[in-house]
Structures are given as C-alpha cells and as structure tokens.
C-alpha cells in the first residue's frame, strides 16, 4: 500500500471533522506549496540534480527554514537513490513521509499536554503582544471546561491596556473565573493569589496569561523567571507546561521570537496561531527541527473549537490533500 493510502486510511479512523478543520486550516499553504509541487513534477521527465534544487526553493518558500530544507533535501536523495525511484511524480509521497519523520524523529506522544492525574496543573502561557495569547488561553479553557475539567485563568498581562479585561470577556464567554489584580500589579502576585484560588477550588488547570513586552526584554525576562519561581515555590513541578504563543504569519519572525523565550524561561511546546491566515503552513516544521520544540496546538480559524491539538498526520495530510484524494480515487 503506497505511502498516501496508508495516511488517509489512518486519518480515516479519526475525527471527521477533525480532518476537515486541517484540510481548509491548511488551504492557503497546500494552494501555494502543493500547486508548485505539481507544476514541479509535471515538468520534469527525472529526478535530477535541477528538480531537486526546484523543490529547495519551494520548501523554503513554504517557511519549512533553510536547515530543515537542507537535511529534507539530502534524505529525499538518499530515499530516491536507495529505491530507484525515476517518476517525478512518486516524489510526492517520499517528500510527505520525510515531513512526518522530521516532525516525529526522537520524541514520542509530542502533541498531547502534561497533565497531573490527581492535583493541579499549572500552563503557563508566554509570548509577544499581539499573537493571540489571550484568545489562546480563552480558546483552551473552553476546550477543557468542556471535557469537565475545572478550571481557572490567571490574568497575570497586568501591564498592556485592556488585557486583564480581554481575559475577563473569554472567561465570561467560557463559564471559567478569571483571578486578577489591579492593572499595574505585580503579575507574581497574582500568580500566587491564582495558585491559593485554584487550591482552594480544588481546581484540575490553572491557565496563566503573562506579559509580553518584547521590546523591553530584560525587564520581561526577569518578570517571568520571577513568575515561574512563585509557581515552582506554591506547586512543586510547576508549571507543568510552559506553552509560546506564536502567529503563524509572522513566519520566520516566530522562530527568532521562539529563541528569545527559549533562553529565558523552559519552553515545552509552542502554540502555532493563525495558521489557516498564513501561505508559509511550513514554519511548524521548521520550529521543530530547528529548535526542538513540539508544536502543541495550531490554530485553524476563528471559531472556539478551531484551536486543535497538533496531529502530525493530519497537518501532512492537510498539505497533501489533493494528492492523496487523487491517489485513493484512482486506486
């Protein structure tokens, strides 16, 4: 069974909906990418050293990052070689199946959350303004409100306009309580009045919005290595997620945003927003191979349940959507 069979056979057994919201969350980047891909393979007759530098181009133009291109790049010749493969075409499936081992290579269970069974789970949610954090946090609080979680927000952005207000609108839209203080305040003291409200509460996940003035870093890095201190000192092994917010638009902007997070404080995961606004769909691979980082949810649109848990295959098979339609009609 050829590689494209197998993915929709295995995305057949999940979510329809699901496989949906990746397929048209992924349409601007699979219109550009996928397109040049066909018009690449319609035109050669091999696989030469020229379609090869063809596909570079194009990867790197789906913001996949130049080092993740170049090692994509040298498997794809190794693969070609190793099975004799001569039709342009058979291409296709080989690149899709590298994307998927660049993705997975060297961790197991990447998208899924670390949740504590039977006490407090603490995320802590950092990123620039203006990526979406807010209606991220919002977004995964109804998510697990409505898997019967109990739940909290921590309104720790004290400082830009309108953020302690912006988490109350998501927390009334949602059924959770937001915790606050004064605009202005110590955002560790909120974190702690959060922690003592969410033990109190007996509540499964505490969700805390932070600040992101990235122009004053120093400052902002300090406020955060104090932030997570608070919660380390309250919840030992706290926070169990320290989750960046990303806007997928921004391209390779998100990677050098990720970097300066990453030296700062313990990144576990990134949250990929705005995908389904972006043509470059490929920054998700390039965050993982270029900075190790899993990508945990991805945006696909404006709706509530539009922020998905990231599914490697899906995303691959919403790239490839028209190549693996094709390939099972035509079986």
């Known amino acids: 069974m050829s590689f494209f069979k197998r993915l929709k056979e295995k995305i057949t057994n999940q979510t329809d909906s699901v496989t949906q919201k990746f397929k048209d969350g992924l349409s ?15 035109r050669y007759r091999k696989v030469d050293e020229e379609f090869f530098e063809e596909l570079e181009e194009i990867l ?14 040298d498997e794809l010749k190794d693969e070609v070689k190793r099975k004799n493969i001569q039709d342009p075409q058979e291409v296709q499936a080989v690149i899709s199946e590298k994307l998927i081992d660049i993705y997975e290579s060297g961790e197991e269970q990447l998208a899924g959350l ?17 990526v979406g954090k807010t209606t991220t946090i919002g977004k995964i609080a109804h998510k697990f409100k409505s898997e019967g979680k109990n739940v909290l927000m921590a309104a720790g952005d004290t400082f830009r306009a309108g953020a302690i207000e912006q988490l109350e609108v998501w927390g009334e839209r949602v059924g959770v309580d937001v915790i606050k203080q004064s605009a202005g305040s110590d955002p560790a003291a909120v974190m702690y009045d959060a922690i003592q409200s969410a033990k109190a509460r007996k509540a499964d996940i505490l969700l805390c919005d932070t600040a992101g003035r990235l122009q004053n870093k120093v400052n902002l890095m300090k406020e955060l290595e104090k932030v997570k201190r608070v ?4 919840v030992p092994g706290a926070p169990h997620e320290v989750l960046l917010v990303l806007d997928a638009t921004t391209g390779q902007n998100a990677l050098s945003q990720a970097k ?15 995908l ?7 920054i ?12 945990k949810f991805v945006g696909l649109g404006e709706k509530m349940d539009d922020l998905q848990p990231f599914d490697t295959e899906q995303y691959i098979y919403g790239l490839f959507a028209n190549a693996v339609e094709d390939e099972v009609q035509n079986s």
């Open 114 to 130: 670390n949740m504590q069974q039977d006490s407090l789970t603490v995320v802590l949610f950092v990123g620039v303004n203006g």
């Open 60 to 73: 790197i133009g789906a913001d996949v990052g130049v080092s993740t291109v170049m090692d994509l790049i």
């Open 28 to 42: 601007k980047t699979r219109d550009s990418f996928s397109e040049r891909v066909n018009d690449l393979v319609s």
């Open 231 to 234: 919660i380390e000192r309250e």
């Open 260 to 274: 300066i997070f990453s030296e700062a404080t313990n990144v576990t995961g990134i949250v990929l927003t705005k």
């Open 276 to 282: 389904d606004g972006t043509a470059k769909g490929g």
């Open 284 to 295: 998700v691979l390039a965050i993982r191979n270029e900075l190790n980082l899993p990508v």
